[in-house]
């Protein structure tokens, strides 16, 4: 008789016994490291951390220092052609394969497979493919188009844009395959009367389909933006921030702070900011979603 309350009481500790691992991974080196990024980012650390508290004062040096400015407008204009592109691409791809087309799960896998490569060898086989002389750019020209230049990175105005080209390779199929997901679960009978009504296809995409797959969507921007967040790799990878520092970007400012001009306090007040548009994307999908099971959960108890 007493056995079984003790089992009982056992059996219901195993689950948080089970999540008390991740639980103190959360607290210590995620939420722990984020304090402790903040409270540096407002002394006068530079090599070693310091305890003289001066407010402010980092963030001021951060937004007059003209690199990390220019690594804003890097990121801004990275992060819109990024996204837009590989919502796009991937979306188009999610349809082709919709349509029960013959090879779908190798072409699902020919797709899917740059995103398995890290962002560092992307970048490496992109360098060689977009240097100048090498790559495309020779192959066009021993094709016998010797006047053919392909030069963007290394163009202090385009040097960006393929870093954005290798991204977008890489990451595109991952859309599709979330995309196609939500394609799957499409009711046939929507198709079904569409065809009846005589309504072209890519209208229905566009005003019924991607209505929808709205869920699917918000999920599939917020990996983009976190992604466009902590852009480093490639980066590092493709130009080192060049030419000069016509693609520097936020987290090689912090990197090369941290580690290179020994300024913990500057690159911490970097880093601090560089969380904040991550925390005002998800804290809002985040309440969306915890509001969403909680009317579901009352709809369920009341039914």
Same mark, same amino acid.
């Given at each position: 008789? @007493? &056995?079984r309350p003790v089992r009982a009481g056992v059996r219901s500790i195993v689950p948080y016994a089970a999540l008390l691992p991740m639980a103190l991974t959360v @607290?210590?080196?995620? @939420? %722990?490291t984020v304090l402790w990024t903040l409270r540096t980012s407002l002394t006068a650390s530079r090599t070693f951390p $310091? +305890?003289? /508290?001066? #407010? @402010?004062a980092q963030y001021t040096?951060? /937004?007059e220092n003209?690199?990390?400015m220019l690594s804003l407008h890097n990121l801004a204009l990275y992060g819109v052609l990024f996204i837009v592109a590989c919502m796009a691409i991937g979306f188009l791809l999610a349809v082709f394969i919709d349509q029960n087309v013959n090879g779908e799960g190798v072409l699902r896998t020919v797709f899917l497979y740059p995103y398995a490569m890290s962002f560092v060898a992307t970048g490496l086989v992109w360098q060689w493919l977009l240097t100048p002389g090498a790559g495309i750019d020779g192959a066009v020209q021993r094709l016998g188009f010797p006047d053919f230049v392909f030069d963007w990175i290394v163009d202090q +105005?385009?040097?960006i844009h393929t870093i954005v080209i290798a991204t977008v390779w890489q990451s595109a199929g991952l859309v599709m395959a979330l995309m196609? &997901? %939500?394609l799957r679960g499409v009711d046939a009978d929507i198709w079904k009367a569409a065809r009846l009504d005589g309504i072209p296809a890519w209208r229905v995409y566009l005003s019924i389909v991607l209505p929808m797959l709205w869920p699917t969507v918000a999920t599939v921007f917020l990996l983009l933006a976190t992604s466009v967040a902590k852009l480093y790799d490639a980066v590092v990878a493709m130009t080192q921030g060049g030419p000069g520092t016509a693609s520097e970007v936020p987290a090689k400012f912090i990197m090369d702070h941290l580690f290179l001009r020994s300024n913990i306090g500057?690159? $911490? &007040? #970097? &880093?601090v900011m560089l969380l904040v548009p991550v925390v005002a994307l998800l804290a809002p999908y985040a309440y969306a979603r915890s509001r969403a099971g909680h009317h579901g959960r009352q709809s369920g108890g009341r039914a």
């Open positions: 008789m @007493i &056995a @607290i210590v080196a995620y @939420i %722990g $310091s +305890d003289k /508290f001066i #407010g @402010i040096r951060l /937004f003209e690199r990390w +105005d385009l040097a196609l &997901a %939500g500057l690159a $911490s &007040a #970097g &880093a």
